[in-house]
Nanobody, 124 residues
């Protein structure tokens, strides 16, 4: 059974940093794109960042391109999202997702596996 478990969310002040982690189990995703997606209250899920299977390529939403960094450790079957300079508009539930392709993808339909999400709240 495939599981993606996120951790690292919390309540922080604007300008702070958080590092989200996503540990995968049940199968190896070293050849698959991994991504982070967020959903703010009352809004649709929004692509945040993705990393290719080998970790050589990354893609970011324009809104997070500079302060956020996605990385992965295939030996640990884990993907990370380092979030710096957080803003109140970054408040959302952040989901980890494993893709069906090896390259980076911002198309949420290419992610068949999803975690339960971790809450990130940024106060002003």
């Amino acid at each position: 059974q495939v599981q993606l478990v996120e951790s690292g969310g919390g309540l922080v002040q604007a300008g702070s940093s958080l590092r989200l982690s996503c540990a995968a189990s049940g199968r190896t995703f070293s050849s698959n794109c991994m991504g982070w997606v967020r959903q703010a209250p009352g809004k649709e899920r929004e692509f945040v960042a993705a990393i290719s299977g080998a970790g050589s390529r990354t893609t970011y939403a324009d809104s997070v391109k500079r302060p956020f960094t996605i990385s992965r450790d295939n030996a640990r079957n884990t993907v990370y999202l380092q979030m710096n300079s957080l803003k109140p508009e970054d408040t959302a539930v952040y989901y980890c997702a494993a893709g069906s392709v090896s390259w980076t993808s911002s198309n949420l339909n290419t992610y068949p596996y999803w975690g339960q999400g971790t809450q990130v709240t940024v106060s002003s």
